[in-house]
C-alpha cells in the first residue's frame, strides 16, 4: 500500500533505490534516452537491468557526478520453476498455497521486490510461471507483460530558489525548512518571474458540491495559494464537508491537478498537520528526494512548479501583502468564499531539476470468456515492495509479506480457481500485477492510459492491499462503501458467512485513496477494495479482540519495516474466507450483464458517464 508521509517511512521508501543498478548514463535529450531503451529492451537485456539506466540530463551539469554502476547479472532462468517444486497446488483456494506464495514472494531471495533490481526479475518470472501452470493466456496480446515507463525528477536543491518579491522587499523561502517545490513536467529547468499570487482558498472546484473556490477569476500564468486538506478538517463545527475521511478534494494530488486544469503556472499548499495527517518534517523528507511519475506525454495538464509553504511561514507571508491569514483560512471554509488576489506580491522561482527516465513491468494474465471474451473483470494487486537497503545494519530487506506479497497471494489463489472453474465465466477475467505502487500507483496509472482491454469494456476492477492474517471475523470491510452499486452484490455474500458488511473506520488516511483501484475509479471503472475483517468472531464487544490489536500491530511495528516478514504460525481462515466472497463477486459478475455503476453524486460517476459517452460515438 502506498504509504502516507511519516518521517520515518519516507527514509525507508526513496534509499532503496540508491542500490539499483543503472547500466549507462546518457547526457543529452530525452528524445535519445527513449531510443537507448528500446535498443536496451530489444537487444534483450532483462527489465531490472533495464530501470534506472539512462539519467536525462537535458542540459544539465550533474554529468560529471554520475558514475555507471555494474549491471545485475540474469536471474537464473530455474527460479520461479524451482522455487515451487514439491508444491502441490489446489485447483482451488486454500490457507497451504497462499502461505507458499507468501513464504516465497517474500523470501530473502526476493530482495524486498524493489522495481529495477534482481528482485523484479525473480518476481516476474514466478508470477509468469503461476499462471502458465495454471493454463492462463498473456493479457497483453502475445506477452505477459507491460512495460512502464517511469520518471524519476529530483530538486538540485542547490540550483533553486523561491522568493516572494514585494514592493519594499524581497522575502526568500529557503528550501526544506520553509518551502518545498518540484516539477512533473519533465524540463530540468523552470524559471518564474513576477507571476501573481492568489489565494484560493482550499483550491476545490466541485461542481457536484456547489463548491468553486476558482469561482470568478482568471489565474492562467498566475501562482495559487491554497490550504491544505478539506474545511472539514480546520473547522470545529459542522461544515458543507461534514464527512472527516480524506475526500477526494481533499488530496494534494488533486489540488495540484486542478490548479493545472486552471492554468495556473504554480501551486503552493500550505502545509497544516490537522489538514494532511503528517508534520512538516516527514514532509520534508519526502519531496528532498525523488518523486515518481509517468513521463509527461500531453495525457493531462501538468504544473511546471508545485509544492508546499511551511504553515509556520504562511502568516508573516500574508501579512507582508496586507492580508489577515487567519481571516482568510476561516474564510475559506464557507461555500460562498471567493479568491483572494495578494495584492503587489510577486513570485520569482528558478527550478533545477534532476530527471531519470526508466523502466519496470506489469503482469498480465487472462482467461478469455466463453460468451463475451471483449468485456472483463479484472482482478489486481501490486508486486513491488521496498527493496533491501545495504547500508542498514542487522535485517535490512523489507520483505512485504502483508504488504504486498498477500495481495498478489490472493490474485493467484483466485485466479487458480478461475482457471478450474467448468464451466467457464461468460466474461473474460484478467490478472493484472502491477509495479510502482508504493511510489504513486505508478503501474496501474499506466494501464489505465494503455489498457489491455477497452476501459468502457472493463466491468469493474477488484484489488487487494494488505491482507492482515486474524482468523475469523465477524465483519468484512468495504472501502468506500457506498461508492456504487457493487456493494448490494457483495452484501449477501457476505451474509452467507455469517458476517456484516462494514466501511471502514473514520480516518483521514483514507485507504481508497492509498491503493492501485484508485486508478481505475478515476478512469471511471466501478472498483472493489474489500479489507477484510477487523473483528474477531467469538470475542466478546468489551473484551480485547484480538483482530484489531494484530492489526494495530502490523501498522505500527511492521508495515513498510523489515519486519513484515512471512510467520508460518499465521491464522489465514479469515483470509480465505476473504478471498471466497472476493472471487464470488468477479464470478456474479462474469455470467451476468450487469454493469455495475456508481452511485448518483460521486465525482466518479460523472468520470464513469463521460466514459461510456465518449465510448458511444
Known amino acids: 500500500m502506498e504509504s502516507l508521509p511519516t518521517a520515518d517511512r519516507f527514509d525507508e521508501r526513496d534509499e532503496r533505490h540508491d542500490h539499483a543498478k543503472p547500466i549507462a548514463i546518457v547526457c543529452g535529450s530525452d528524445t535519445f534516452a527513449f531510443g537507448m531503451t528500446k535498443f536496451l529492451r530489444q537487444s534483450g537485456i532483462a527489465a531490472h537491468a533495464r530501470m534506472s539506466l539512462i539519467a536525462v540530463c537535458l542540459g544539465m551539469d550533474v554529468c560529471a557526478g554520475l558514475q555507471a554502476r555494474e549491471i545485475i547479472p540474469e536471474a537464473a532462468p530455474s527460479t520461479a520453476k524451482t522455487a515451487t517444486q514439491g508444491i502441490g497446488f489446489s485447483p482451488t483456494i486454500s490457507a497451504r498455497d497462499f502461505a507458499a506464495h507468501v513464504k516465497i514472494l517474500a523470501s530473502d531471495e526476493f530482495g524486498g521486490r524493489a522495481p529495477g533490481t534482481a528482485g523484479e526479475e525473480k518476481t516476474l518470472q514466478y508470477l509468469v510461471a503461476q499462471f502458465q501452470r495454471m493454463g492462463l493466456a498473456p493479457g497483453n496480446?502475445?506477452?505477459?507483460?507491460?512495460?512502464?515507463?517511469?520518471?524519476?525528477?529530483?530538486?538540485?536543491?542547490?540550483?533553486?530558489?523561491?522568493?516572494?518579491?514585494?514592493?519594499?522587499?524581497?522575502?526568500?523561502?529557503?528550501?526544506?525548512?520553509?518551502?518545498?517545490?518540484?516539477?512533473?513536467?519533465?524540463?530540468?529547468?523552470?524559471?518564474?518571474?513576477?507571476?501573481?499570487?492568489?489565494?484560493?482558498?482550499?483550491?476545490?472546484?466541485?461542481?457536484?458540491?456547489n463548491w468553486n473556490d476558482y469561482a470568478d477569476i482568471d489565474i492562467k500564468g498566475k501562482t495559487v495559494v491554497m490550504l491544505s486538506g478539506a474545511p472539514d478538517f480546520h473547522m470545529a463545527a459542522a461544515t458543507p464537508y461534514e464527512n472527516h475521511r480524506l475526500n477526494f478534494y481533499a488530496r494534494p494530488n488533486y489540488k495540484f491537478e486542478e490548479a493545472a486544469r486552471q492554468g495556473a503556472a504554480a501551486a503552493l499548499i500550505i502545509h497544516d498537520k490537522r489538514g494532511t495527517g503528517y508534520d512538516w518534517y516527514a514532509l520534508q523528507k519526502r519531496w528532498s528526494k525523488a518523486q515518481f511519475d509517468l513521463p509527461a506525454d500531453g495525457a493531462e495538464s501538468r504544473l511546471p512548479v508545485q509544492g508546499w509553504i511551511n504553515g509556520d511561514v504562511a502568516p508573516s507571508l500574508f501579512a507582508s501583502a496586507g492580508l489577515d491569514f487567519s481571516r482568510l483560512r476561516a474564510a475559506a471554509g464557507q461555500r460562498d468564499f471567493k479568491p483572494v488576489v495578494l495584492t503587489d506580491a510577486k513570485l520569482d522561482i528558478a527550478l533545477a531539476s534532476r530527471i531519470v527516465i526508466g523502466e519496470s513491468r506489469n503482469v498480465i494474465a487472462k482467461l478469455v470468456g466463453s460468451k463475451y471474451p471483449n468485456e472483463a473483470i479484472i482482478y489486481s494487486a501490486h508486486w513491488d515492495h521496498l527493496g533491501t537497503h545495504p547500508n542498514e545494519p542487522g535485517n535490512n530487506i523489507y520483505h512485504g509479506a502483508i504488504d504486498n506479497a498477500s495481495g498478489v497471494a490472493g490474485v493467484l489463489e483466485i485466479a487458480a480457481q478461475f482457471a478450474t472453474q467448468n464451466p467457464k465465466p461468460e466474461r473474460s477475467i484478467v490478472f493484472l500485477i502491477p509495479t510502482f505502487e508504493e511510489e504513486g500507483l505508478i503501474g496501474s496509472k499506466f494501464y489505465t492510459r494503455h489498457p489491455s482491454i477497452p476501459l468502457q469494456d472493463i466491468v469493474a476492477d477488484i484489488n487487494f492491499d494488505v491482507l492482515v492474517p486474524i482468523g475469523p471475523a465477524r465483519d468484512f470491510v468495504v472501502v468506500g462503501l457506498g461508492y456504487s452499486t457493487l456493494d448490494a452484490i457483495v452484501k449477501p455474500l457476505v451474509a452467507a458467512q455469517g458476517r456484516v458488511i462494514a466501511a471502514e473506520d473514520v480516518s483521514q488516511a483514507d485507504s481508497f485513496y492509498r491503493s492501485d483501484h484508485l486508478s481505475f475509479a478515476l478512469a471511471g471503472v466501478p472498483v472493489l477494495y474489500m479489507a477484510g475483517g477487523t473483528r474477531s468472531q467469538g470475542m466478546s464487544l468489551r473484551s480485547q479482540d484480538f483482530a484489531q490489536s494484530t492489526r494495530s500491530d502490523y501498522g505500527n511495528h511492521r508495515y513498510h519495516t523489515p519486519a513484515d516478514k512471512f510467520d508460518p504460525h499465521w491464522d489465514l481462515r479469515g483470509i480465505v474466507q476473504d478471498l471466497q466472497v472476493s472471487y464470488a463477486v468477479g464470478a456474479t459478475l462474469a455470467n451476468s450483464r450487469e454493469w455495475p455503476k456508481y452511485q448518483a453524486g460521486t465525482v466518479y460517476r460523472s468520470i464513469s458517464d463521460s466514459l461510456h459517452a465518449a465510448s458511444a460515438h
Open 141 to 209: 496480446g502475445e506477452s505477459y507483460f507491460q512495460t512502464v515507463t517511469v520518471m524519476t525528477s529530483s530538486t538540485d536543491v542547490r540550483r533553486s530558489s523561491m522568493q516572494i518579491v514585494l514592493p519594499e522587499k524581497h522575502q526568500e523561502l529557503l528550501f526544506g525548512t520553509q518551502m518545498l517545490i518540484a516539477t512533473r513536467t519533465g524540463k530540468s529547468e523552470t524559471v518564474l518571474q513576477d507571476s501573481p499570487m492568489v489565494f484560493v482558498g482550499f483550491g476545490i472546484n466541485a461542481p457536484g458540491q
